[in-house]
């Protein structure tokens, strides 16, 4: 039985005393930050009602932590019902919040470019792509040609079938063959 006290309140020991303290230091600080930043978000939105960014916070201060910080609490008082918010801070918030709503955009934006992302050892050419409902605006292959023809000039029509051979040789093989993909390592990690 002593055995087990003893490895159980290893924590407790006075060489440990000064980490214990710090740390009650950095959590007494923590809190005081926390609150502070909330009661300077409800100055900025006018009322304790709007909703917060941290709704964690909201949570434990309801629930969990009441406790600990009455404790701390009664160490430092911060009144901040008279603190004025200067602009720049009014500025930074917005700064901040506009940063946040083009991150989201971005973040929207990669994982609609995700969707459209074919695995290295897939055949990017069987991937069934969405297809839109609307009929082609020009005839297939038009563009192509006329780029051909002032490429090529009077050879284009040659030029043409020889890539079109050339392509249905390449797919009949990968068809009676059926090569496994190099793996590859995607250019966007």
Known sequence: MEDISAVMSWFSSPVYSRYWKHYQQAMA???RHRRAYQKALEAYYGSPSS????????????GEEGDEESSSDSEIECDVSN?????ELRQ??????RHREELKRQQQ?????Q???VPA?????????????APPSERPGERRVAEM????????AKILAMEAAMQLTFDRNCDLKQPKYWPVIPLKL
């Open 29 to 31: 600080w923590h809190q």
């Open 51 to 62: 909703p917060r960014r941290y709704a964690d916070w909201q949570a434990r201060e309801s």
């Open 83 to 87: 603190m004025e918010i200067s602009e």
């Open 92 to 97: 930074y918030f917005a700064q901040t919040e």
């Open 109 to 113: 934006m990669e994982a609609e470019q």
């Open 115 to 117: 969707d459209n992302y």
């Open 121 to 133: 050892d897939q055949d990017p050419h069987r991937v069934s792509w969405r297809s839109s409902i």
């Open 149 to 156: 023809k002032k490429l090529y000039g009077k050879d284009a």
